[in-house]
């Protein structure tokens, strides 16, 4: 039923292959998976490596062991959890397919920001933005200041799954806004160009203009992924 693995292969693997027979229905019929002996001999791999794996579909609310009776499927196992791969999300074609999906997100926030923001959360923005030339002006790379920023503009939109999907990207968006500051870094103009750009966003959302908001933010995202190609990552 399983290929063979490693021993010494991560519980992903177990966890992702488990995954797939469970989305094929292969355990439909008694609503649990084998016992932990049995799948490390179908694996080929120790019972501890099939615990982890069995604890991260666990975590995923994808399975829920049940005290002398097994390993269920959970009723409500068909809603999967979005996952990333971290070590994909920082190879340059990566990095450019997350500032695609941040354009879309973030053009979005920018223009609810701009309709909803208080007198307060303005102040959260503008005082986010100058840490980002703080960090800068310190020789910091700037990257959690940046990352910041941007949470603080979605935390303006009163949404509050705006601010937990920019929660789950955040790690993402740390690697790939590194990719980028690194790249930004090589030129001067570069980082005057996202000083600018930043400020555009911000005086959109200023001036209650959600149009200008969401097309600062999305040339903001076009940009960098221009300044990536100009600096050889593609």
Request: aromatic share 4%.
């Given at each position: ?65 049940r005290q002398g009776s097994g390993v269920f499927i959970a009723a ?153 190609a100009q600096a050889g990552i593609s």
């Amino acid at each position: 039923m399983f290929d063979k693995i490693p021993a010494r292969a991560m519980s992903d693997t177990v966890a992702q292959q488990l995954l797939k027979q469970i989305d094929k229905g292969t355990f439909a019929r008694v609503g649990k998976l084998p016992t932990e002996a049995v799948l490390a001999q179908q694996f080929g791999v120790s019972r501890t490596v099939i615990r982890e794996a069995i604890s991260r579909l666990k975590n995923e609310g994808v399975v829920e062991p049940r005290q002398g009776s097994g390993v269920f499927i959970a009723a409500h196992g068909a809603i999967r959890p979005l996952r990333i791969d971290y070590a994909e999300a920082v190879e340059a074609g990566s990095v450019l397919q997350i500032l695609a999906l941040r354009r879309a997100i973030e053009a979005e926030v920018a223009s609810e920001a701009a309709v909803r923001r208080s007198d307060a959360e303005m102040m959260s923005i503008d005082a986010a933005l100058a840490r980002i030339d703080e960090a800068e002006a310190d020789g910091e790379n700037g990257v959690a200041e940046d990352v910041a920023f941007h949470r603080a503009i979605a935390a303006a939109t009163g949404n509050p799954y705006f601010l937990k999907t920019l929660t789950f990207l955040n790690q993402y968006l740390e690697a790939g806004t590194l990719v980028t500051r690194r790249n930004e870094a090589l030129r001067d103009d570069f980082s005057r160009q996202v000083r600018e750009e930043h400020a555009a966003i911000v005086a959109a959302i200023r001036a209650g203009d959600p149009m200008a908001a969401r097309i600062a933010a999305s040339t903001h995202m076009n940009n960098a992924a221009r300044r990536l190609a100009q600096a050889g990552i593609s």
